[in-house]
C-alpha cells in the first residue's frame, strides 16, 4: 500500500506533464503540505491521545516566520525552514508544558484557547498584515536547485513528506514511542513503570508542534501568502477531519483524508454550492460507522 | 466612571446571554457526557427564525418564542438522529460528528435564507433610552439583563425543585441507577438537549436585534460559550454561571480598557496595535490561567 502511495506521488508530476494539466502539480502541492501536518497531528492525536483542537496554530506561525524572513530579504530555506521550525518547537513546548496539566475534553478546550490567541495575536499584528495576511515576495531558495518551479517544489514538499513519514513510523514503533502509546492507554501503569509520563508526552507534542510549523514555511513558500485564516479554530478542526478521514492512527492515513477533503472540496464544489452539507453528512458517517477511516478501507482489517 | 458604569452594563448583558448558550452546553455535558460543537447552531437557527418571523409582522414576544421553539425542535431531532449515538464514544468522535452539523446547518441555513445577513428591529416600544444615574441606558439592553437574570433564576429553581429538575441531576451523578429505576433515560437525554437548544434558541433571538444575523455567529458565541463552561467546570450550572458573566465583564471591559491602560504607558501607535489583540486574547487567557491553577474549572463536578 505504502508503494502504492508512493508511486501515486511520483506519477503526478509525470502525468501532469504528459496532458499538459500544470494544475495538477499545485493541487498535489497542497494534499502534500496538508499531509505533513495531518500527519504531525495523528503522531500525538493518534499514538498519545492527546486530542490538540489547536494545531493550526503551529502551522501559522511557522508560515508567519518563513514569511516574514523571506519579506526582510532572508531567503535561504536552510534558514527560513528551520526557524519556521524551531519557533513552533517554542510555542508547542509553551503550550504543551502548560495544556499537559489537564486531560480529556480540558486539553481539547485548553489548545483551542491557546489556538485562538495565535489567532487573534496574528489579526491584531497590524505591522504583519493584521486581517488582510501577509504577502511573501518569493519562494525560499536552495542551492543548486530552483524551488520557483512547481515541480520542484513539488518535490521538495513530497521527499519532506515521505522523510517525515519515516522518521515517524521509527518513532512510534522504538521505545519512546511505546511510552507514549503506552500512557495514552494507561497513564497510571507507564507512572507505575517508572516512566516520567508527562516529559514523553511534551516531547511529542513539540516533534508534532515543530513539523507543523516546517509545513507552515512550506505553504508560506507555496502559496506565497500567509494570513491568520491559517490559525483559525476551523482549520485545526480540518487537520482533525484530515486524521480521522485517513484513519486515525496510522500515520500515512493523514496523507490520504488530506487528499480526499481537498479532492471532496473541488470535486463538489464543480457542480454544487453546498459542498460543505456533503462533507457534515460524509463526516458523521465515517465517524459513526467507519471508524478507522480510509487507511482501514485499505489495510483491511489486520490492524484491528 | 461614565463609561465605567455602561461598560459593566454591556458585560453584564452579554454574560447573562452567554450563560443561557452556556446552561444548554453544560447541562449535556454533565449529563450524556457529549461535546456538542453544534450548540451555537441552534443559537443560530433561533435568531434566523425569530428575525424571519418578525419580518413578517409577527409581534416580537412571538418571534422570540418562535425562534426558541425553532431550537428545541431542531436540537430534538439532531439529538434522535445523530448525538444519541455519540454517548459513551469518545471526545474526539464527538467533536468530528458535532462539527460535521456544523458544515450541514450553516450550509442549510444558505439554502434556505441565503448567504445575505438578516436584520431584525427593536420593537418601537422598546427602542428608547433610560437615564442610569449620570448616563443613558438602552432600555433593549436592560430588558436583556432582566430576561437572562430571570431565567437563570428560572432554570435554578426548575433544576433544584421540580421533578424533572431531580431526574435531571440525579442523571448527572448516577445515570445507570436512575435508569435501574425505572426513569425512561431515551427520553430524559433527549428533553435536556431540547432544553439545552431552546435556552440558545432563546438568547439567538433576542439577541438578533443588536447583532447581524449570518451564516457563522453560531462559532463565533460558541468558542465563548466554552470558555465560560471550561472555566465554570464542565457540567456545572453554577459554573456556567460563573464563568458566563466572568467572560461578559472582562471581554467587555478589557476592550474597552486595556487599550487605554496601554495608551498610559507606550506610544498611541503601539498601544493600539497591541491593544486590539490584547482585548481579544483577554478571555482565553483567563482560561489558561484558570485551567493552570485549577485543572477542572472552578466548580468540578464530582461525577467526571
Same mark, same amino acid.
Given at each position: 500500500m505504502y508503494l502504492a502511495t508512493l508511486l501515486v506521488l511520483v506519477a503526478i508530476p509525470i502525468l501532469a506533464a504528459i496532458f499538459g494539466q500544470p494544475f495538477w502539480v499545485n493541487a498535489a502541492t497542497r494534499i502534500v503540505i496538508y499531509g505533513i501536518v495531518a500527519m504531525s497531528l495523528d503522531l500525538i492525536v493518534g499514538?498519545? &491521545?492527546?486530542?490538540? *483542537? #489547536?494545531h493550526a496554530a503551529f502551522f501559522a506561525l511557522g508560515g508567519y516566520v518563513a514569511g516574514i524572513l523571506l519579506t526582510n530579504g532572508i531567503d535561504s530555506a536552510f534558514v527560513t525552514w528551520p526557524a519556521a521550525m524551531l519557533a513552533a518547537a517554542l510555542l508547542a513546548a509553551g503550550v504543551g508544558a502548560l495544556s499537559l496539566r489537564t486531560s480529556g475534553v480540558y486539553f481539547i478546550m485548553i489548545t483551542l484557547a491557546f489556538g485562538q490567541m495565535v489567532y487573534y495575536a496574528s489579526v491584531g499584528l497590524k505591522m504583519f498584515g493584521g486581517t488582510d495576511g501577509l504577502p511573501v515576495p518569493a519562494r525560499s531558495t536552495l542551492p543548486l536547485i530552483d524551488l520557483r518551479d512547481a515541480t520542484v517544489f513539488y518535490i521538495v514538499c513530497t521527499v519532506v513528506l515521505v522523510a517525515f513519514f519515516v522518521i515517524a513510523s521509527r518513532l512510534v514503533e522504538s521505545r519512546f514511542g511505546m511510552v507514549v502509546r503506552g500512557a495514552a492507554e494507561s497513564e497510571r501503569r507507564m507512572t507505575a513503570l517508572g516512566f516520567p509520563v508527562a516529559r514523553y508526552r511534551l516531547v511529542a507534542f513539540v516533534i508534532a508542534g515543530a513539523v507543523a510549523g516546517l509545513a507552515g514555511a512550506l505553504w508560506a513558500d507555496f502559496s506565497r501568502f500567509v494570513s491568520p485564516d491559517m490559525a483559525s479554530w476551523t482549520r485545526s478542526g480540518e487537520f482533525l477531519v484530515m486524521v480521522i478521514l485517513g #484513519?486515525? #492512527?496510522?500515520? &500515512?492515513g493523514g496523507l490520504y483524508g488530506a487528499a480526499v477533503l481537498t479532492g471532496f472540496e473541488s470535486l463538489f464544489s464543480g457542480f454544487t454550492e453546498h459542498w460543505m452539507l456533503v462533507l457534515g453528512i460524509v463526516l458523521i458517517l465515517i465517524v459513526l *460507522? &467507519?471508524?478507522?477511516g480510509i487507511y482501514g478501507v485499505l489495510a483491511g482489517r489486520r490492524h484491528d | 466612571m461614565t463609561l465605567a458604569l455602561e461598560q459593566t452594563l454591556n458585560g453584564l448583558q452579554f454574560g447573562v446571554m452567554l450563560f443561557l448558550l452556556a446552561a444548554g452546553l453544560t447541562l449535556v455535558f454533565g449529563i450524556m457526557g457529549v461535546i456538542n460543537l453544534a450548540h451555537g447552531s441552534m443559537y443560530m437557527i433561533g435568531a434566523y427564525v425569530a428575525a424571519t418571523s418578525a419580518e413578517h409582522g409577527a409581534p416580537f414576544a412571538v418571534a422570540v418564542l418562535a425562534g426558541a421553539a425553532a431550537a428545541a425542535v431542531a436540537g430534538a431531532v439532531v439529538e434522535a438522529v445523530v448525538? =444519541? =449515538?455519540?454517548?459513551?464514544?469518545?471526545h474526539l468522535d464527538q467533536v468530528l460528528a458535532t462539527f460535521g452539523l456544523i458544515l450541514i446547518a450553516n450550509d442549510g441555513v444558505s439554502i434556505v435564507w441565503g448567504r445575505t445577513p438578516l436584520e431584525m428591529k427593536i420593537p418601537d416600544a422598546l427602542a428608547g433610552a433610560v437615564p442610569i444615574f449620570d448616563i443613558s441606558y438602552p432600555v433593549y439592553r436592560l430588558l436583556l439583563i432582566a430576561c437572562g437574570v430571570a431565567l437563570a433564576v428560572a432554570l435554578a429553581f426548575f433544576v433544584a425543585r421540580t421533578r424533572l429538575g431531580a431526574l435531571i441531576r440525579a442523571g448527572a451523578t448516577h445515570r445507570e441507577l436512575v435508569g435501574a429505576l425505572g426513569v425512561n433515560i431515551v427520553q430524559l437525554n433527549t428533553i435536556v438537549f431540547a432544553l439545552g437548544a431552546l435556552l440558545a434558541g432563546v438568547a439567538g433571538a433576542l439577541l438578533a436585534p443588536i447583532l447581524?444575523?449570518?451564516?457563522g455567529m453560531g462559532e463565533q458565541v460558541l468558542i465563548m460559550t466554552f470558555v465560560a463552561i471550561v472555566i465554570g467546570g464542565l457540567g456545572s450550572i453554577r459554573g456556567a454561571f460563573v464563568g458566563a458573566l466572568a467572560i461578559g465583564l472582562v471581554d467587555t471591559l478589557g476592550r474597552a480598557y486595556i487599550p487605554v491602560l496601554l495608551r498610559a504607558v507606550t506610544t498611541p501607535d503601539l498601544a493600539d496595535t497591541l491593544g486590539g489583540g490584547l482585548s481579544a486574547i483577554a478571555i482565553y487567557v483567563l482560561m489558561a490561567v484558570v485551567l493552570i491553577w485549577k485543572p477542572r474549572g472552578l466548580f468540578p463536578v464530582s461525577s467526571r
Open positions: 499514538y498519545g &491521545a492527546m486530542v490538540s *483542537f #489547536g #484513519g486515525i #492512527g496510522s500515520l &500515512a *460507522f &467507519a471508524k478507522r | 448525538v =444519541r =449515538r455519540l454517548y459513551g464514544r469518545n447581524s444575523v449570518q451564516i
